[in-house]
């Protein structure tokens, strides 16, 4: 299973039922608008069977994104109410887009509990087991391979070289 399948299965099957229902609803009030308006009817019948069946088909992946940014921000710790809010209500999908530029990293499994911990935490809220190297001084995350502490300054130990697998 590829990456894309993955990401797919985290949207809601509700988004998906609200896509479907919305493409039904908008499909059968174009069909009613094709017969009840004489500049619509005088359309050849392919453009009328088209309107009616791909026009609404932006209603279905406009929802299920929707979808996704509410269980991505959910499998993220981020407040995912203000964010599927956002993308609801910020027109012309700027509120998906927004939350694709400024959302969190995942959060990792804490080595000792399996307790999911936000990216940038030294150590597990749960448990107390060090998630990541920290600072000696100031008991901040660092990086591994930083040489000094970028919140104190602190010296590091030697930086440790990355392994080639």
């Not at 017969?35 to 088209?50: C, M, V």
């Not at 100031?138 to 990086?143: F, K, N």
Request: proline residues 8%; hydrophobic residues 50%; positive net charge.
């Amino acid at each position: 299973m590829n990456r894309f399948t993955r990401e797919l299965r985290i949207i809601p099957g509700v988004a998906w039922l609200v896509g479907i229902l919305l493409y039904l609803g908008f499909a059968s009030f174009s069909a009613f608008m094709m017969r009840s308006d004489a500049e619509l009817r005088a359309w050849p019948w392919w453009g009328q069977s088209l309107f009616i069946g791909l026009m609404p088909v932006l209603f279905i992946p406009y929802v299920a994104l929707i979808g996704y940014v509410n269980a991505d921000a959910r499998r993220r710790g981020m407040r995912y109410v203000v964010w599927t809010l956002l993308a609801i209500f910020i027109p012309n999908a700027l509120g998906i887009i927004l939350y694709f530029v400024l959302r969190d990293p995942l959060m990792t499994p804490c080595p000792h509990c399996a307790t999911l911990v936000k990216h940038g935490f030294a150590f597990c809220p749960k448990c107390g087991a060090a998630v990541s190297s920290v600072c000696p001084q100031c008991r901040r995350a660092v990086e591994p391979e930083w040489s000094h502490c970028a919140a104190c300054g602190a010296t590091l130990s030697e930086p440790r070289p990355k392994e080639v697998a």
